[in-house]
């Protein structure tokens, strides 16, 4: 394997896992204020429609994005509304969410454009296109260093630069400022939260809501920049495995980071490499294809027991009178 087969499969890597990255942040933040979400994949997927729609409607790819964070940021509401005020179930909430987005989208996508339930092809500027970094070409013939500022760090839409600096600004969000810090303390212990005046329902609120930005603006990246346009199902299970990165990362941004990266890996040798032939055996396709999905199984198999969530987790608050 030579050193530009490195640097095409590192960079498959970063765009395959960037809508992983920004769904397990979101679910970071969900999860730390003590509302579980497995409606990811439902939000993600409702995203994805809304954002190609309008993104084919309008012509522009900011437009589409607007479009799959306010659908997204709905659906988030809905399971803010059944698990926070109403005090449901968490996990059937987010059952229901990915059912909803599952029938809904291919649904109106059919009534809209009677295309199989698909939106048309994205193109021009419909779509988020490849940046290059100042420089990238000046620095290209560099050894070792100029191809990967040129191929592997430069040449990505805009969205994953946005999602690689969301880790940052959420590690500082959650551990650095004070609304962080009750938002962990919410996650941990909202009775105490609730005593100092604070109100726990705001928070989780706003906690919800977030997950909801964050899943819009990963639905958007498939459609309208990993992609060029919707298909049914097209979200392919990336919110459960963002879910695993989660608790593979045990809720910390930069190790989650580290987690979805590994899924892109995986993900992107899969795409690579299909049909390898061992002596007189051959591994099918679909094997490689399933290697992000069998270390899913893995990590949830290995590490749920290990890793320790919010305590108030899962929990519906009511408050003490």
């Known amino acids: 394997m030579d050193f530009m087969t490195i640097l095409q499969i590192l960079d498959s890597t970063v765009r395959l896992a960037t809508p992983l ?32 729609a309008i993104a084919f409607v309008t012509g522009s790819a900011w437009a589409g994005l607007a479009a799959g964070i306010g659908a997204s940021m709905i659906l988030a509401l809905l399971h803010g509304v059944a698990s926070i005020t109403f005090r449901g179930n968490q996990l059937i909430s987010g059952v229901a969410i990915n059912f909803l987005a599952a029938g809904l989208s291919v649904v109106i996508a059919q009534t809209a454009f009677r295309q199989g339930g698909r939106t048309p092809a994205l193109t021009g500027d419909a779509r988020f ?14 050894p070792v260093i100029g191809p990967i ?53 705001g928070l989780r609120y706003a906690a919800v809501l977030i997950c909801g930005v964050l899943c819009g603006i990963a639905g958007a990246y498939l459609a309208t920049a990993l992609s060029a346009g919707f298909v049914k199902d097209m979200s392919a299970g990336r919110g459960f495995i963002a879910l695993a990165a989660l608790i593979f990362s045990k809720w910390r941004p930069w190790y989650a980071l580290m987690a979805c990266l590994l899924f892109g890996l995986l993900d992107a040798v899969g795409n690579r490499y299909q049909n ?18 069998i270390l899913t199984v893995v990590i949830l198999a290995g590490f749920v027991g290990r890793a320790i969530p919010p305590r108030a987790g899962g929990e519906p608050y009511v408050k003490e009178r």
């Open 129 to 142: 296109t490849e940046i290059t970094l100042p420089f990238a070409d000046a620095v290209a013939d560099v």
């Open 21 to 52: 990255l920004l769904a397990c942040l979101a679910g970071l933040f969900s999860e730390r204020s003590g509302i579980f979400d497995i409606g990811l994949e439902g939000k993600m997927l409702a995203a994805a429609f809304a954002s190609a």
């Open 276 to 293: 390898i032939q061992m002596g007189d055996f051959v591994i099918p396709v679909q094997f490689m294809q399933a290697l992000p999905y």
């Open 149 to 201: 500022y040129a191929n592997l760090i430069s040449g990505h839409s805009i969205l994953v630069y946005v999602a690689l600096l969301i880790v940052p600004l959420t590690w500082w969000i959650l551990f650095r400022t004070r609304f962080g810090l009750r938002l962990r303390a919410v996650g941990e212990n909202p009775a105490a939260v609730d005593t100092a005046g604070i109100s726990v329902v």
